[in-house]
């Protein structure tokens, strides 16, 4: 690591200055934080554990951006969540969400916690068995059943490795559902549904082609790149390159700006760096 890298600033903290609570409650019981997965700008992620409780908690983002508050999205982002992971609390594969979380006797409008998968996130050097993208695929038709999309499959990362080999999918932070009277009736919201579907659709293919092109028939032809792949990219790739430039003027990633040079990785990095030492 080099030493000329320094910490994130608290503009670019979610908590600002502060972490994620040694200690909340969650269903009544007390648990203790053991270990921070990540805090990055938009959130703060820790693993607690309490009598019978192995949870992570995430801590959307309280720091004021340039004096503008910041509080209320932080709660949009909870609740956006939490109501993901509520309307798919039967589906094998999502953690199950644990209801309100409380500190020092207030509740945190800004938090949502769901129960922790033993494993770890998928790698890019994996080869997983052959019922493992069977299953994923099913997971997340069952989230397009449930109304929504997922949004946020390109990331490697939010896919976890059960113990037992098995794929699990969290982080629904981004995810999109017709969940109000408004968007149900907009003809405009069932259209970009349909197509953040397919881009999940394009994304999990992505992963197929890559660690089991032999299985690409699994997704009956929905690996095609739709329009909004396309779109995207000619605004993300030059804000991605922004943020790239700006964190490395800052001191906060080294040059070259990869995420794997921070003082302070997020999990999922400090995991590749250890398989690769």
Known sequence: MSQSVRARPPLLRALGL????????????????????????????????????????????????????????????????????RRLVAVSGIPAELGPIHAEGKRLGNAVAHTFIAGRPFHATDCPDDAFFPVLRDILKAVHESGMAYVDLHK?????????????????????????????????????????????????????????????DLLEGKTSRPWLIRAHRRVAVPLRGLRRKLLTTL????????????????????????RAA
């Open 18 to 85: 502060s972490e994620p609570p040694e200690q909340i409650e969650v269903a009544g019981q007390a648990c203790r934080r053991i270990e921070i997965f990540k805090h990055d700008s938009w959130a703060a992620t820790a693993r607690y554990q309490g009598e019978g409780l192995d949870l992570v908690c995430k801590f959307n983002r309280l720091q004021p951006i340039l004096g503008m508050p910041m509080r209320w999205l932080g709660k949009r982002l909870a609740d956006r969540e939490a109501g993901a992971l």
């Open 156 to 216: 490697r990362e939010n896919i976890i490795v059960g113990a037992d080999g098995s794929p699990h999918l969290i982080d629904f932070q981004v995810c999109f559902g017709l969940w109000t009277k408004w968007a149900r009736a907009s003809p405009a919201a069932h259209s970009i549904l349909r197509a953040l579907q397919a881009a999940d659709w394009y994304h999990l293919g992505k992963h197929i082609a890559l660690h089991r092109p032999d299985q690409l």
């Open 251 to 274: 001191g906060v990633r080294a040059k070259g700006g990869m995420a794997t040079s921070e003082a302070f990785p997020e999990d999922a990095v400090r995991r590749e760096l250890g």
